[in-house]
């Protein structure tokens, strides 16, 4: 079996994509992109399906590695927990 992509849920999208790009050298396909919550498109009832209804929203970016697999971060508008991770502490920034 061969994996296609995984899906990471961070606290600060930007930092993220900094972190994912400059230190483990992974290559953006697509930037910060803003999703809301809708039903006209197969995209949002997807992401309906997925996140449950009431996500209201997310920032999403695509990721790859330099042997394929994508790497999916996802930011979350609305939500009462957020994982922050303080990049600073790892030394790299």
Same mark, same amino acid.
């Given at each position: 079996m061969?994996?296609?992509?995984? *899906? @990471?849920m961070v606290g600060d999208m930007d930092k993220a994509v900094e972190f994912y790009t400059k230190? /483990? *050298? /992974?290559r953006i396909v697509m930037n910060n992109t803003k999703v809301i919550e809708e039903r006209e498109s197969a @995209?949002? !009832?997807m992401c309906i399906a997925v996140f449950g209804e009431g996500f209201k929203g997310f920032n999403i970016a695509h990721l790859v590695t330099t042997?394929? @697999?994508g790497v999916e971060l996802f930011e979350m508008k609305?939500?009462?927990? !957020?994982?922050?991770?303080?990049?600073?502490r790892l030394g790299i920034f």
């Open positions: 061969k994996m296609n992509h995984v *899906g @990471i230190a /483990l *050298g /992974l @995209i949002g !009832r042997d394929g @697999i609305d939500r009462q927990e !957020r994982h922050e991770v303080d990049f600073s």
